[in-house]
């Protein structure tokens, strides 16, 4: 299987979305491999965290993009916790890939 393309978004149990521009800086980043619940590469391939505490990596579940599932969970991010973005509404491009990378450059941290 391959690596994960970047940016890489990362969903919370709760809903919330993080964005890792770089998925070999994952062990950096996340602390193990229950940090998050689901995410997505830049291609829309779901990705989950493996190895060990410390030295979390980012593997991809399947190399079958999830667009509907991905796109879900983004709307929902933006309906509840983007509360200081301006509009609150998603970018709209119909391109996967895209949209992803539209969606990493518009992230506003909560």
């Known amino acids: ?14 809903g919330r979305m993080f964005v890792l521009h770089d998925p070999a800086l994952a062990s950096d980043l996340i602390e193990s491999e229950d940090e998050f619940l ?6 829309g391939r779901p990705v989950r965290a493996c190895d060990e505490p410390g ?24 309906s509840v916790f983007a509360a200081r973005h301006p509009t609150r509404i998603p ?6 890939a895209a949209f992803i990378r539209a969606v990493a450059e518009d992230w506003i941290e909560e």
């Open 55 to 78: 030295q979390v990596g980012l593997t991809l579940v399947t190399t079958e993009p999830q667009p509907h599932e991905l796109r879900a969970r983004v709307e929902r991010y933006y």
């Open 91 to 96: 970018p709209q491009e119909t391109d996967l």
């Open 1 to 14: 299987m391959t690596d994960p393309a970047d940016p890489v978004l990362l969903f919370d149990e709760d």
């Open 38 to 43: 689901e995410g997505y590469d830049g291609q």
